[in-house]
Nanobody, 115 residues
């Protein structure tokens, strides 16, 4: 069974940084677009960033210039480098593999920004 497992979340102070990782098992990532979404308490899940198989990226306006998505196909992994974190970035972050047969989601990793 295909699985995506996120890691790297935690508690960080405002202005700090975190790097999230998403590792895939039983599927090579190289041909798929991968993305990160997040869901804050009481809010709907929202798009954060996306990276195509060719390496093209796009970001939500709220994170552009602060977050960077990248991928390492050899390691079947996708990353989200998050800098200059603010309280509004507190959320559960989900990794997603986008495909025609249906997207595959990870279980999420909690990011809490607090002083």
């Amino acid at each position: 069974q295909v699985q995506l497992v996120e890691s790297g979340g935690g508690l960080v102070q405002p202005g700090g940084s975190l790097r999230l990782s998403c590792a895939a098992s039983k599927i090579p990532l190289r041909t798929f677009t991968m993305g990160w979404y997040r869901q804050a308490p009481g809010k709907q899940r929202e798009f954060v960033a996306r990276i195509t198989s060719g390496g093209d990226t796009n970001y939500a306006e709220s994170v552009a210039g602060r977050f960077t998505i990248s991928r390492d196909n050899a390691k079947s992994s996708v990353y989200l480098q998050m800098n200059s974190l603010s309280l509004e970035d507190t959320a559960i972050y989900f990794c997603v593999l986008i495909r025609v047969l249906g997207d595959i989601w990870g279980q999420g990793t909690q990011v809490t920004v607090s002083s």
